[in-house]
């Protein structure tokens, strides 16, 4: 099994809804966050990829549309928490490459969250 990925990175708003009033994720804040997809494939194409790299364009088209400098509790259906927004980028993201298994989104250096189908 091969296996590539792809980090992307925005800016954005969020308010976590359902924590106690004096949890600071109550509050609204901000993030620089990182979105890593993760695709792998049984074989390589005829070059010699899983995926070339630049047909990732979608994604990175995606999050300086979408994501990037906005408030998330606008933009998603769900509590904007990093689970909730790696399974819901997984799932825009894999109707365009089918390759994709994982995505990852990270709101600090040391924390993250994945979400794999």
């Known amino acids: 099994m091969y296996k590539i990925s792809k980090q992307f990175a925005f800016s954005a708003s969020h308010i976590l809804e359902g924590l106690p009033e004096d949890?600071?994720?109550?509050r609204l804040h901000g993030h620089n966050y990182i979105v890593?997809?993760?695709l792998k494939a049984e074989s390589l194409n005829e070059v010699g990829f899983v995926k070339d790299y630049r047909e990732l364009k979608?994604?990175?088209e995606?999050?300086?549309?979408?994501l990037d400098h906005r408030h998330l509790n606008?933009?998603?259906s769900v509590n904007p928490t990093a689970e909730n927004m790696a399974r819901e980028l997984y799932?825009?993201?894999v109707k365009q490459?089918?390759?994709?298994?994982a995505v990852e989104v990270s709101e600090t250096p040391k924390t993250s969250a994945?979400?794999?189908a």
């Open 97 to 101: 490459i089918p390759q994709i298994y």
């Open 62 to 66: 995606y999050i300086d549309n979408n």
């Open 36 to 38: 890593t997809v993760y």
């Open 74 to 76: 606008d933009v998603f």
């Open 23 to 26: 949890h600071p994720c109550s």
């Open 114 to 116: 994945i979400y794999e």
């Open 58 to 60: 979608v994604v990175k």
């Open 91 to 93: 799932t825009i993201f």
